[in-house]
């Protein structure tokens, strides 16, 4: 899948950094990140935590808040891209927990997908709800969190 990633050029001229703390797309929006030419001035590095104990400890979420609201949830979306901001200390941090499939994780259906953003501490997250295969709720995934982004960067 080819992404349009001409926000990632808005935010290299604007000079506004960013991160990601990756689950379900276990690193693809970083990876897409990495695509354009000029991204290593803002993009000092990211994390991937697909596993409950990952998350808090490379991102310090506290294990009562991943217990009481799930992994899937909108909670946990904002605790990482908070944290994964705050950790790398840029700009922007960028989120993504949810199920890939083919099976359900926390009682939600595969496909499901919450996407947390924190831009210039401003929090909000996007819960969606994909079809298809798991490389293309992955993609999709990552394709939204771009047209996400769009929405902010002036």
């Given at each position: ?105 926390e009682g939600h259906l595969s ?26 709720v992955r993609e999709q995934s ?13």
């Amino acid at each position: 899948m080819q992404f349009d990633t001409s926000v990632i050029n808005r935010l290299i001229e604007q000079n506004k950094s960013i991160t990601a703390a990756e689950s379900l797309t276990a690193g693809l929006f970083q990876a897409t990140l990495g695509d354009v030419a000029g991204v290593s001035k803002i993009f000092p590095g990211g994390f991937v935590t697909y596993s409950n104990e990952a998350k808090a400890s490379l991102l310090q979420i506290p294990q009562p808040i991943i217990q009481a609201c799930g992994v899937v949830s909108s909670e946990v979306a904002i605790w990482m891209a908070q944290q994964s901001k705050q950790i790398m200390k840029t700009n922007i941090g960028v989120s993504f927990t949810g199920v890939a499939g083919p099976d359900g994780l926390e009682g939600h259906l595969s496909g499901t997908v919450f996407i947390g953003l924190d831009y210039d501490g401003m929090q909000s997250v996007k819960e969606c709800h994909f079809e298809g295969t798991r490389q293309e709720v992955r993609e999709q995934s990552v394709a939204e969190a771009l047209d996400l982004l769009k929405l902010h960067v002036k």
